[in-house]
Structure formats: C-alpha cells, structure tokens
C-alpha cells in the first residue's frame, strides 16, 4: 500500500511538471509571438555623430524601435564606404504574413531623420517623419533586409562641444575688448572726468558760502530801500494827485475854450472866404486890362478924345 502510493505522488508530481513546462513553453511562444520584430537597414547622408546601439527610434514621439548595430562596409562598386544602422522595429504579430505598418509608413512617404543628440547623454535618436516631397520608394534591400528610405537633406546641429567652444570664444572676446586700449582709455577719461568734478565742487564749496553772503547784504539793501520808498511813496503820491486835479480843472477850460471858438470861427471863415473871392475877381478883372491895354495901347488915346 505504501509503495502504491508513492507511485501516485511521484505520478502526480511529474504529470504537475510536465503540465508546468507545457503552461511555460506556451507563455514563451505567446509572447515571442507578440513580440514580432522586422529589421530593416538605414543610411544616412552626413554625420550619425551620437548614434549608438540601442538608440531609440521614434514615431510621433513614441519609441517603435531601436538601432541594433552599426558597421562599416562599401558598396558593390568597392568606390565608396558605407555605414549600414540596423533597425529592428516592434511590430504586433497579426500583421505577420500581410502588409506591415512600417512599410505603409514608407509608402505614405515617411523617412528617418537623426535628430540632435542630448545636451547631457549625447545620444541622438531617429524619428520618422513625413517627407515633403511625397513620392513611392522602390523596394529595396541589403543583404536580404529591406532598406528604409532616409532623409537627404543634412542638417548641421549644434553639439555640446560646440555650444562651450562658442561660449569660450564669446568670453574671450569679452576679455579682449574690456582690456583693450580703447577701453582703458575711456575709464582714463572717465576717472580724469570724476576728478575734475571733485576740483570743481571743492571750488564751489569755497566760493558760494561768500557770495551767498554778498546776497544776504543785498537783499537787506533792497529792503531797506523798499522801506524808505515805503516813506516817500505817499506824499509823492498825493502831490502827483493834486497836479492831476488842476490839469483837470485847465482841461475844462480849454475844452470851454473850444466850444465858444466852435460858435464863432465858423461865421468868420465864412466872410473871410467871400472876401478872398471879391479880392480873386478884382484881381482877374485887373489882368484882363492889363492883358488888353498891352496889346490896343491905342484904346486909352480913344477913350481921351
């Protein structure tokens, strides 16, 4: 009875294990099955400065991929050396045996671009971004891999290295010019400037408590001269009105004067101007005889006889 049931636990024990390593093994393959990889192969035109192996690559900001190695090689032609980046992409299992997503990203025209490597890993990473140009990309391979169409353009970018070179050689041409002959000359101006102030305040310092003196006299002057106007001011005034009131009293006379002339010149004028007129008439008679007697001298013998 015993040995019997031994047989059954360790019958129990192996049928256990062997369901644990089927349960296992499955889990294994589910999972190498969702987690599908396609690798294809990137070349790039100028500097990959700050690419590595596992670098991310990127699809509106999420990661699809990394880079998973990196060689050197040349072409069929043997004329010119290429660097291939192997890029293995997460792709889900369901599309196995149909079209995948990253060749329907390549034929809608995206392609991969290195951006800027990190101010402090200085690791770059590839993002995959639509093209400008829009155009269908032959299907392509290398050495049996797909190739991933890739951004012509070179962009130049700014490294670590470079921004401290640049702040570097910006504060030495700061040091240059505040050592510089120009700059010296003017805190030289600038301190001559400041001591000639200094003089001239001392001078002042010297001269105004003098004049201002010289002013406190004067000003007691003129108030005493406005006191002494103060003084004289009213009788003077009242002399001034008294004046006034008799050329008042000879302007009532003249305008008096006036008024009685008024009633009387006018009639005299008026006889004045009929005799002129009487002695004018006597005058042009008298001419007119003379003008005739000098030519008929004969008529005054006539009239005698």
């Given at each position: 009875?015993?040995?019997?049931?031994?047989?059954?636990?360790?019958?129990?024990?192996?049928?256990?294990?062997?369901?644990?390593?089927?349960?296992?093994?499955?889990?294994?393959?589910?999972?190498?099955?969702?987690?599908?990889?396609?690798?294809?192969?990137?070349?790039?035109?100028?500097?990959?400065?700050?690419?590595?192996?596992?670098?991310?690559?990127?699809?509106?900001?999420?990661?699809i991929g990394e880079v998973k190695r990196i060689e050197i090689t040349e072409n069929d032609a043997r004329t010119q050396i290429k660097i291939p980046v192997y890029v293995q992409f997460f792709v889900e299992r369901a599309f196995v045996g149909r079209q995948s997503?990253?060749?329907?990203?390549?034929?809608?025209?995206?392609?991969?671009?290195?951006?800027?490597?990190?101010?402090?890993?200085?690791?770059?990473?590839?993002?995959?971004?639509?093209?400008?140009?829009?155009?269908?990309?032959?299907?392509?391979?290398?050495?049996?891999?797909?190739?991933?169409?890739?951004?012509?353009?070179?962009?130049?970018?700014?490294?670590?290295?470079?921004?401290?070179?640049?702040?570097?050689?910006?504060?030495?041409?700061?040091?240059?010019?505040?050592?510089?002959?120009?700059?010296?000359?003017?805190?030289?101006?600038?301190?001559?400037?400041?001591?000639?102030?200094?003089?001239?305040?001392?001078?002042?310092?010297?001269?105004?408590?003098?004049?201002?003196?010289?002013?406190?006299?004067?000003?007691?002057?003129?108030?005493?001269?406005?006191?002494?106007?103060?003084?004289?001011?009213?009788?003077?005034?009242?002399?001034?009105?008294?004046?006034?009131?008799?050329?008042?009293?000879?302007?009532?006379?003249?305008?008096?004067?006036?008024?009685?002339?008024?009633?009387?010149?006018?009639?005299?004028?008026?006889?004045?101007?009929?005799?002129?007129?009487?002695?004018?008439?006597?005058?042009?008679?008298?001419?007119?005889?003379?003008?005739?007697?000098?030519?008929?001298?004969?008529?005054?013998?006539?009239?005698?006889?």
């Amino acid at each position: 009875m015993r040995q019997e049931r031994l047989y059954t636990l360790v019958g129990l024990f192996v049928g256990g294990a062997i369901s644990l390593t089927i349960l296992i093994a499955l889990y294994a393959y589910d999972e190498y099955l969702r987690e599908k990889v396609e690798t294809y192969v990137m070349f790039f035109k100028g500097s990959i400065a700050g690419l590595h192996v596992s670098s991310d690559v990127t699809y509106l900001g999420v990661k699809i991929g990394e880079v998973k190695r990196i060689e050197i090689t040349e072409n069929d032609a043997r004329t010119q050396i290429k660097i291939p980046v192997y890029v293995q992409f997460f792709v889900e299992r369901a599309f196995v045996g149909r079209q995948s997503p990253i060749q329907l990203l390549i034929n809608k025209g995206y392609v991969a671009c290195i951006r800027k490597p990190n101010f402090l890993t200085g690791i770059a990473s590839i993002d995959l971004i639509e093209s400008s140009t829009h155009q269908a990309y032959a299907t392509e391979e290398f050495r049996g891999l797909p190739i991933f169409p890739t951004n012509n353009k070179f962009e130049e970018y700014t490294t670590l290295d470079d921004a401290f070179r640049a702040a570097k050689i910006a504060f030495q041409d700061i040091s240059n010019f505040v050592h510089s002959q120009k700059v010296n000359g003017a805190f030289d101006a600038t301190r001559s400037m400041a001591e000639s102030m200094d003089r001239l305040v001392t001078h002042l310092h010297q001269i105004i408590p003098p004049t201002l003196s010289n002013l406190n006299h004067s000003l007691s002057d003129v108030s005493a001269f406005a006191g002494n106007m103060d003084h004289l001011v009213p009788p003077i005034l009242v002399a001034f009105s008294a004046s006034l009131k008799q050329a008042n009293a000879s302007l009532k006379d003249v305008s008096v004067l006036a008024s009685n002339l008024n009633e009387i010149v006018p009639p005299a004028f008026i006889a004045f101007h009929q005799g002129m007129q009487d002695v004018s008439s006597a005058a042009n008679s008298t001419q007119n005889l003379a003008d005739y007697l000098s030519r008929y001298p004969e008529s005054l013998l006539r009239g005698k006889r």
